[in-house]
């Protein structure tokens, strides 16, 4: 999402370029090269955009930072994920990424196209060692697998179903790009006002936790030689 990029883009003093057809920014983190882009939200608009950066360029590894939704028993908002495998909910194909820093990978990030709330199939994800939901990382990976790519993942946690902060009328909200749509944002406020408090907090809790991402992804890209997407 656009709100995910900005802080990335501001630690690497990013500059408007372009790569193939794709906008993208460039900029440095130590002595790396770094290609800032966005790949949308969801599955499908994630691993279209991946191909299309990666068919445009070479580039020496990959990195995805951004939010996801925690729900393992011991993780709290503004906890950082590397996680130790990706799984594809959709197909259950699994993948592995790279830890790049000073990190410990655990835990399984599970990719969803849809918002996941019902407690018996979020008890069941947990029991099969998901501690994470996001809506891209698996759908990137799976790309950079084909490619041998190595790909690492950081997510900070924005929101957890027992913050009860989300529900589907929230996500209908959103543009590809993860901005608002302020036309549906005003109708669903008129139609739940009790709602403005959680939104606001669900704001806050998932701008901070761009920011985190962003910091713990741009610094592991300094740990790279050569150029990182």
């Known amino acids: 999402m656009r709100s995910e990029l900005r802080p990335v883009l501001r630690l690497i003093s990013a500059r408007p370029s372009t790569l193939g057809a794709s906008p993208v920014h460039t900029g440095t983190s130590g002595s790396t090269d770094v290609t800032a882009a966005m790949i949308g939200v969801g599955p499908a608009a994630a691993r279209e955009a991946t191909q299309r950066l990666l068919d445009s360029g070479s580039f020496d590894h990959v990195v995805v930072s951004g939010i996801a939704g925690g729900i393992g028993p011991d993780l709290e908002v ?16 699994r993948f592995t990424p790279t830890v790049l820093g000073p990190h410990q990978a655990a835990g399984t990030i599970a990719t969803t196209h849809e918002l996941i709330l019902d407690d018996d199939r979020l008890r069941e994800l947990v029991d099969r060692g998901i501690v994470g939901l996001d809506m891209e990382s698996s759908a990137v990976a799976e790309v950079c697998e084909a490619r041998g790519l190595p790909c690492s ?51 806050r809790d998932a701008g901070a936790a761009t920011r985190r991402a962003a910091r713990h992804a741009v610094a592991a890209c300094a740990t790279l030689a050569g150029s990182a997407p």
Do not use: Y
């Open 153 to 203: 993942i950081f997510r900070v946690v924005s929101d957890r179903p027992q913050d009860g902060l989300l529900e589907p009328g929230v996500m209908d909200m959103l543009q590809a790009d993860g901005t608002i749509n302020a036309p549906k944002a005003l109708k669903f406020l008129v139609t739940h006002p009790h709602r403005m408090g959680p939104l606001i907090r669900l704001g």
């Open 78 to 93: 503004g906890d950082l994920v590397t996680p130790a495998e990706l799984e594809d909910l959709a197909t259950g194909k």
